[in-house]
């Protein structure tokens, strides 16, 4: 079935510094990957998305693209801040199973000023 | 637009109960999806509504049960509740557009159960 692998966390950065998190996944067909954001006591937000192979998400300073090579969809960001502190969760969906999300393990990343 | 709104947002039970949840997705949006979160087995999905008919389940015991209204209005019951339901349980609704899987799931904040 569907899976999806994030580095292990938590991360700590100071503030500046430059994020990466990994995110792998394992698909059947041609899945649309996302990725969300949870705050402390909050809900899922999402982040930012690519629906095909070599498209780029953008989003507040935060890039992934989809690379069906290396089924892969790293999330970066080149300088960041304390208020970015929070758990970040790469999913996918899958044509076959519509607006099923299949979520990684979630990141915490954590920055300190 | 307000988003998805979720009630309660807290509930303590004890074993044996059964518990509803609510969910009021985004207007406009006629698909809802339930997913429960533990630090333990993380993010799973729970089941989809789209026209008041479940049309995807994840892989979660018979106790577990939705409906949707006309409205897409949403609840989910737990019947019997478990220790191992203790969970945050989130529930998001999308536009419905011509791909499903493409389109951004909109989350609301969630209900925490506590099962004593």
């Known amino acids: 079935g569907d899976s999806v692998t994030q580095m292990e966390g938590p991360v700590t950065l100071s503030e500046e510094a430059f994020l990466t998190i990994n995110c792998t996944y394992t698909?059947?067909?041609?899945?649309?990957l996302f990725w969300y954001v949870q705050y402390p006591g909050e809900g899922l937000q999402l982040l930012l998305k690519?629906?095909?192979?070599?498209d780029k998400g953008s989003n507040k300073g935060f890039e992934a693209t989809y690379r069906k090579e290396t089924t892969s969809f790293h999330l970066e960001k080149g300088s960041v801040q304390v208020s970015d502190s929070a758990v970040y969760f790469c999913?996918?969906?899958?044509?076959?199973?519509?607006?099923?999300?299949?979520f990684g393990e979630g990141t915490q990343l954590t920055v300190n000023p | 637009k307000a988003g998805v709104t979720q009630t309660p947002r807290y509930l303590i039970k004890t074993r044996g109960q059964q518990v509803t949840l609510s969910c009021s997705p985004i207007?406009?949006?006629?698909?809802v999806s339930w997913y429960q979160q533990t630090p333990g087995q993380g993010l799973q999905f729970l089941f989809e509504?789209?026209?008041?008919?479940?049309?995807n389940k994840g892989n979660f015991p018979g106790r577990f049960s939705g409906r949707q209204f006309s409205n897409s209005r949403s609840e989910m019951n737990v019947s019997t509740l478990e220790l191992g339901d203790s969970a945050l349980y989130l529930c998001?609704?999308?536009?419905?557009?011509?791909?499903?899987?493409?389109?951004?799931?909109?989350f609301g904040p969630g209900t925490r159960l506590l099962v004593l």
């Open positions: 509504y789209f026209s008041e008919t479940q049309r």
């Open positions: 690519a629906t095909k192979a070599d």
């Open positions: 207007s406009g949006h006629r698909s």
């Open positions: 698909a059947t067909g041609y899945p649309s």
């Open positions: 998001a609704s999308s536009p419905e557009a011509f791909s499903r899987s493409k389109e951004t799931q909109y």
């Open positions: 999913a996918l969906s899958e044509s076959t199973s519509g607006s099923r999300l299949t």
